[in-house]
């Protein structure tokens, strides 16, 4: 079973950075897929950005210019570094794992960390 932890969450005020990441363990995610996604209150939980096991990335036109995603294999570990952070950024985020290529539906991912609270202030 693989397990999904994600750190780096916070207070930041607008216009300022914060970085994520997501530690996996149980197995190595070989020809995995990972992502981040986010939940507003209120809202349903969204795709933000994926990386493929070669590198291949996809981004929700929201956050493109703003966020990049990364990944080190070697250590199973997923990264997000996210600038020029904007009060609407604000929501839970949630690292996920599924086999095969990137897919931006919730349901297609197999293994769901438990989140992390990003809360940007005006």
């Known amino acids: 079973q693989v397990q999904l932890v994600e750190s780096g969450g916070g207070l930041v005020q607008a216009g300022g950075s914060l970085r994520l990441s997501c530690a996996a363990s149980?197995?190595?995610?070989?020809?995995?897929?990972m992502a981040w996604f986010r939940q507003a209150p209120g809202k349903e939980r969204e795709f933000v950005t994926a990386i493929s096991w070669i590198g291949g990335r996809r981004y929700t036109d929201s956050v493109a210019g703003r966020f990049t995603i990364s990944r080190e294999n070697t250590k199973n570990t997923l990264h997000l570094q996210m600038n020029s952070l904007k009060p609407e950024d604000t929501a839970v985020y949630y690292c996920?794992?599924?086999?095969?290529?990137?897919?931006?539906?919730?349901?297609?991912?197999?293994?769901w960390g438990q989140g992390t609270q990003v809360t940007v202030s005006s």
């Open positions: 149980g197995r190595t995610l070989v020809m995995h897929t």
């Open positions: 996920a794992a599924r086999p095969g290529g990137v897919n931006t539906t919730p349901g297609e991912y197999v293994y």
